[in-house]
């Protein structure tokens, strides 16, 4: 028999018990359909990351004071000052450094007439739209000016904005912060944030202002940080490492570090891709190996209807034995079953996967307009392959088993 020939018997084998087939596959189609799912949901994840990273600002540096290591911080208090800010920000110090931009945020009640907002106020220097890439949608941001003069001028996120005045122009309107009027110059366009708080509920305010005004230091305070975080910007993605090791030692020329270990923590763009990359990742292969499970129990079924198939055609066995079938003839009928039926199972599993992916977008489509889960051509890859060798691990026992009866034996089987 042709191998043409045993592939259309085992489709007819396997039509004459549809109901059968369709149960035996669904443990295939359950883990080749959430393969698929879970790494198109996982790329897309990934992506709408990447980007909610680049839109925060090319070639970024975060730097904050303290490192994750209490103990570390208890031997080097964590400093971070204005002065540290303006070093940085000299090119002769730090060439590789483009700009620079320091943040003081806190939480702050912001009242406008009747209208009140629970949010954040960030104090933050005049370059903080060109470095952070923010576009000011009325108005105007605030200039060095106003940090020199410590003015009281606002510029509000959108969602600030829009609580508080609804569709009317803020500008020229005067809001209280902790008690402190301060007059509205400009609203920051809509960024929105899928990841953590969103800049949108963010008060802008010039970050002298923040630290005299507003939240000035506790005389007590033992350590000096007057910002919470530093923004900086690297001339080019190739001088990303040249500008940290700069900035370490800017930093830790003026906190006086020789022996000791840093005081403070440098993070790039590149670093928070590759942890929530790490981190998916895991997440992933987790799951992974939960549809793994899928495939196994799907795999058990495929051997358990096959060894059910070799009883009820013992027979039939038996009499293409009789007739000249060698015991290669009906191991190859009996594989090629199961690799059918596996290989349906996958192909089945495939459509599942295209179609909880589209699910997955319209649910990702609700935190991130755009985001889109991708079935990619390698997953499609993956889950054949994976579906003809479960076919052919699981189907090759009955296989044998068939191969093995006695020809007068399976004649005389009722």
């Given at each position: 028999m042709s191998l043409l020939e045993t592939i259309r018997v085992a489709f007819g084998s396997l039509a004459a018990n549809k109901l059968r087939s369709i149960l035996t596959m669904l443990g295939i189609i359950i883990g080749v359909g959430a393969v698929i799912t879970l790494l198109a949901l996982g790329g897309a994840i990934q992506t709408l990351v990447r980007g909610e990273l680049q839109g925060l600002g090319s070639n970024l540096i975060f730097l904050f004071a303290g490192t994750n290591d209490p103990e570390q911080n208890r031997r080097v208090p964590p400093r971070l000052t204005n002065d540290d800010v303006a070093a940085l920000a000299d090119p002769l110090r730090a060439p590789a450094v483009a700009a620079v931009t320091a943040q003081l945020t806190r939480g702050a009640l912001i009242v406008a007439g009747g209208a009140s907002f629970d949010g954040r106020v960030a104090g933050v220097t005049a370059n903080y739209p060109r470095v952070r890439?923010?576009?000011?949608?009325?108005?105007?941001?605030?200039?060095e000016d106003a940090l020199t003069t410590r003015s009281r001028v606002v510029v509000l996120g959108d969602a600030v904005a829009r609580t508080l005045f609804a569709d009317a122009d803020p500008v020229g309107q005067r809001v209280r912060i902790n008690d402190v009027i301060f007059e509205v110059i400009g609203t920051m366009a809509a960024r929105g944030g899928n990841f953590g708080p969103s800049d949108d509920a963010l008060a802008f305010v010039p970050i002298t202002t923040a630290q005299t005004r507003l939240f000035p230091p506790p005389p007590d305070q033992p350590v000096r940080v007057d910002v919470s975080v530093v923004y900086l910007q690297a001339v080019s993605d190739d001088r990303i490492d040249q500008a940290i090791d700069q900035i370490t030692a800017v930093l830790r020329e003026r906190n006086n570090l020789t022996y000791q270990d840093n005081n403070f923590s440098l993070v790039t763009q590149q670093d928070l891709v590759a942890s929530f990359g790490t981190i998916t990742g895991a997440l992933t292969a987790f799951l992974g190996a939960i549809a793994a499970i899928s495939l196994l129990v799907g795999g058990i079924g495929i051997m358990n209807i096959m060894l059910v198939s070799v009883t009820e055609r013992t027979r039939e066995i038996g009499l293409r034995k009789a007739v000249g079938a060698r015991r290669r003839d009906i191991q190859v009928q009996f594989l090629v079953e199961a690799?059918?039926?596996?290989?349906?199972?996958?192909?089945?599993?495939?459509?599942?996967?295209?179609?909880?992916?589209?699910?997955?977008?319209?649910?990702?489509?609700?935190?991130?307009?755009?985001?889109?889960?991708?079935?990619?051509?390698?997953?499609?890859?993956?889950?054949?392959?994976?579906?003809?060798?479960?076919?052919l691990v699981f189907g090759i026992y009955p296989a044998v088993r068939a191969s093995r009866l006695a020809p007068i034996a399976a004649l005389r089987h009722e």
């Open positions: 890439n923010a576009a000011v949608a009325r108005g105007s941001f605030f200039g690799v059918v039926l596996s290989l349906g199972g996958g192909m089945l599993g495939i459509g599942l996967g295209f179609a909880l992916s589209a699910v997955g977008t319209l649910a990702l489509s609700a935190f991130a307009a755009g985001a889109r889960a991708q079935v990619q051509l390698e997953a499609v890859l993956l889950a054949t392959i994976t579906s003809v060798l479960v076919g």
